[in-house]
Every structure is written in C-alpha cells, then in structure tokens.
C-alpha cells in the first residue's frame, strides 16, 4: 500500500466512484495519470476497488466493503493477497492447469 492508495481509495469513497482521469485531477500532482491507473488496478486485484461499469466508460472503479473497511483501520492490508488470474491449461500437459496437476 502506498499513499496514493490511500488517497485514491479516500476518493472513491466521498465520490462513489471515478475514473484515473478524474481522479489524477484532483489528487496527482506530484504522481502520474499512468500510475494512479496503475494503482487503481493494484487496488482491484487485492478487493480494495471494483471495476464500475456504465454506459460512458469501463474504466472507472468504485470502492468495495474491504477498502471502507481498510480506511476504518479495520482491515490490515499486509494480510490481504491479490487475487491470481487464472492460466489457460498447457497445450502440452492438458492436465496441467494453473499450477496443479
């Protein structure tokens, strides 16, 4: 976790939700519209964000219960693991997938 993380999660959270665009506008001047892109898909794999679709635009997040309840101070971030993606099975060992046999 980093500041930024904090401060984007603090975002979605008086905003509802909002693109790295507007995000970047209201909190990244010392970062880059790259990294709070970057962040917001960090925070996604870990449950902290979620992806909000709508009609305008697929690239917006919105916070989930875990990010309320990591700024709350009741969720330790160190402890949460981002969620793998899945492999497509090996074309060689077809039964091979994601690791186990």
């Keep these: 976790m980093t500041i930024w993380d904090d401060r984007i999660l603090e975002y979605l959270l008086e905003h509802g939700w909002g693109s790295p665009e507007t995000i970047h506008c209201e909190i990244g001047r ?7 892109r970057e962040r917001c898909r960090v925070l996604c794999h870990a449950g902290l964000a979620s992806p909000f679709i709508d009609e305008r635009s697929a690239d917006m997040f919105e916070i989930t219960i875990w ?5 709350d101070g009741k969720v ?12 497509p099975p090996d074309k060689v060992r077809p039964d091979y997938w994601a690791g186990f046999v």
Excluded at 67 to 71: A, E, S, V
């Design 30 to 36: 010392e970062t880059t519209l790259h990294q709070i």
């Design 67 to 71: 990010g309320q309840l990591y700024l």
């Design 76 to 87: 330790n971030a160190g402890l949460i693991r981002p969620i793998p993606k899945p492999r």
